[in-house]
């Protein structure tokens, strides 16, 4: 058995346009270990959303084997699927998915939501997290009132209040000036440094860098 928190092998994903089949990603093998932090790269076009799409519990492979946690993912019907991702998934996305007309205490709450915890549990959990992110003195803020930075803390401690195994990051610098992208790829370094398994999706080789591994993705397939 293999320690690895995700597991992919010769994973394929063939979208069918009708007239004509395009291949996405063919081939993929991929582990990530607990404690890894992967940046997956790749420029437009190349795969890595899709790649993004399949490790999220999104989307499903074509062919191939993906377990994540220890679970095949195959096995699993669409609510198993969200169960698992609910549980063992956090989200940082380019664009913040933030509620627009809800404070930041509200947004980090909201996952804990979908798994049954108390109101009170999930406002105190969620202050919490917003605490350790440094925007305590933020928490009645609805978007508008925050910076891109801020806005990006906020939407990390969302996806880190339910405690989950992995945060996948896709593009979180993406809409950022590059003093707050820098600040922003500062807390996942030490997200990381404390543990917390991150694999990041990026375009940029700069912000690549940061990560303690590199993945390249051309033409659906992992190049060195």
């Given at each position: 058995?293999?320690?690895?928190?995700?597991?992919?092998?010769?994973?394929?994903?063939?979208?069918?346009?009708?007239?004509?089949?395009?291949?996405?990603?063919?081939?993929?093998?991929?582990?990530?270990?607990?404690?890894?932090?992967?940046?997956?790269?790749?420029?437009?076009?190349?795969?890595?959303?899709?790649?993004?799409?399949?490790?999220?519990?999104?989307?499903?492979?074509?062919?191939?084997?993906?377990?994540?946690?220890?679970?095949?993912?195959?096995?699993?019907?669409?609510?198993?699927?969200?169960?698992?991702?609910?549980?063992?998934?956090?989200?940082?996305?380019?664009?913040?998915?933030?509620?627009?007309?809800?404070?930041?205490?509200?947004?980090?709450?909201?996952?804990?939501?979908?798994?049954?915890?108390?109101?009170?549990?999930?406002?105190?959990?969620?202050?919490?997290?917003?605490?350790?992110?440094?925007?305590?003195?933020?928490?009645?803020?609805?978007?508008?009132?925050?910076?891109?930075?801020?806005?990006?803390?906020?939407?990390?401690?969302?996806?880190?209040?339910?405690?989950?195994?992995?945060?996948?990051?896709?593009?979180?610098?993406?809409?950022?000036?590059?003093?707050?992208?820098?600040?922003?790829?500062t807390l996942l370094t030490q997200l990381n440094a404390a543990g917390r398994t991150i694999v990041m999706i990026t375009h940029d080789a700069e912000v690549a860098s940061r990560a303690r591994r590199q993945v390249h993705v051309r033409d659906g397939r992992l190049v060195a």
């Amino acid at each position: 058995m293999s320690g690895a928190l995700i597991e992919l092998h010769d994973v394929s994903r063939i979208y069918d346009l009708g007239h004509v089949q395009v291949a996405a990603l063919q081939g993929v093998d991929l582990e990530v270990e607990e404690g890894e932090f992967l940046a997956i790269v790749g420029p437009s076009g190349s795969g890595k959303s899709t790649m993004m799409n399949i490790l999220g519990c999104l989307d499903r492979p074509t062919g191939g084997t993906y377990s994540l946690a220890g679970t095949p993912i195959a096995e699993l019907d669409d609510d198993g699927l969200a169960r698992l991702r609910s549980r063992t998934i956090g989200f940082v996305f380019q664009s913040y998915n933030l509620l627009p007309r809800t404070s930041a205490l509200e947004n980090v709450a909201t996952p804990l939501l979908y798994q049954g915890v108390s109101r009170k549990d999930r406002l105190a959990r969620a202050q919490v997290a917003l605490e350790r992110l440094g925007l305590g003195d933020r928490i009645s803020h609805i978007p508008t009132e925050l910076s891109g930075g801020q806005q990006q803390r906020v939407a990390i401690a969302r996806a880190l209040v339910t405690e989950p195994a992995l945060l996948l990051a896709d593009e979180p610098t993406g809409n950022l000036d590059s003093a707050s992208g820098a600040e922003v790829m500062t807390l996942l370094t030490q997200l990381n440094a404390a543990g917390r398994t991150i694999v990041m999706i990026t375009h940029d080789a700069e912000v690549a860098s940061r990560a303690r591994r590199q993945v390249h993705v051309r033409d659906g397939r992992l190049v060195a």
